[in-house]
C-alpha cells in the first residue's frame, strides 16, 4: 500500500499535465502495475478521491463480565494457550458451575463460547503480561531430546497409556521431605488413580506402582 501510494503520488501530477492520448497510456501503465479497476485509478490520478489508510478495527465481542471470567477460567486451566482454551470451554465452564466456582449469565456464557482463539489471546494479554511466563519444563524438554525416549502424538489412544504426576504437599516450600501423591490419569477414558508416598523415593515409588498396576481396571501400555 506504501508503494501504491508514492505511485499515484508520483503519477498524478504527470497525468494531469499530459494530453488526452498521454493520459490514456499513462493511466493503462497504473493500472496494470497496481492491479486498481480502472474507473477507480482515474479518480485517484484526477486527485478526486484519496486512498484510505483506515485500519480494520474487529467488533469488541467480550466486555468487562466476559473477560472478568475469561480470567478465572484460565487461572483454573493452568493459563494455556488460547487454542486449547478454547476447545476446552464448553467442559471447563460446565464442570467450574456444576461443582459452585462460577455462576454465567446465559449471555456471558453465549459469548465466551463464541470467542475465537485469537480474541481470548488478545483478551488474557495484560494478565498474561503480569502474571510472567509459565515456567520451562525442562525434565520434558530432556526426555524428548533423548533419542531413547519413544514420545509420540496420542490421537484417539486406546486405555492403557497414562499420564503420571508426582505432587507434593510441602506447600510453597520445597527445601524438605513431604509427602508425594502419585497421580495416573488415563489419556482416553480419563480413569485416575492416586497413591500416597511418603518420601520422595525411587524404590518406594517402583514398589507404589507395582501395585497402582494391579488396582486399574486396564493394562497399563504406556507412561
Not at 508425594?180 to 515409588?205: F, G, H, K
Request: glycine share 8%; proline share 4%.
Amino acid at each position: 500500500m506504501a508503494i501504491r501510494r508514492e505511485l499515484t503520488a508520483a503519477v498524478r501530477q504527470r497525468y494531469r499535465e499530459a494530453s488526452r492520448a498521454e493520459k490514456e497510456r499513462i493511466l493503462d501503465q497504473f493500472v496494470l502495475g497496481t492491479g486498481l479497476h480502472r474507473k477507480h485509478a482515474m479518480c485517484l490520478l484526477r486527485g478526486e478521491m484519496r486512498q484510505s489508510s483506515v485500519r480494520r478495527t474487529g467488533r469488541r465481542i467480550y466486555e468487562e463480565a466476559e473477560r472478568n471470567a475469561l480470567v478465572v477460567l484460565c487461572e483454573a486451566s493452568d493459563r494455556i494457550c488460547g487454542k486449547r482454551l478454547k476447545a476446552l470451554l464448553p467442559l471447563l465452564i460446565e464442570s467450574m458451575e456444576r461443582n459452585g466456582h462460577m455462576g454465567l449469565a446465559p449471555e456471558i456464557r453465549a459469548k465466551l463460547l463464541a470467542g475465537s482463539a485469537s480474541t481470548i489471546d488478545g483478551a488474557l494479554g495484560k494478565i498474561r503480561q503480569e502474571g510472567g511466563r509459565q515456567r520451562r519444563r525442562p525434565v520434558a524438554s530432556t526426555l524428548r531430546r533423548n533419542p531413547g525416549t519413544d514420545v509420540r502424538r496420542l490421537e484417539g489412544p486406546a486405555p492403557g497409556l497414562v499420564e503420571a504426576d508426582l505432587v507434593a504437599h510441602g506447600g510453597p516450600s520445597a527445601r524438605a521431605s513431604f509427602m508425594q501423591t502419585l497421580v495416573l490419569t488415563d489419556i482416553a477414558t480419563c480413569w485416575t488413580e492416586c497413591a500416597p508416598l511418603l518420601v520422595r523415593e525411587q524404590t518406594l515409588l517402583s514398589t507404589v506402582m507395582t501395585e497402582v498396576r494391579r488396582q486399574l481396571p486396564f493394562s497399563l501400555q504406556g507412561m
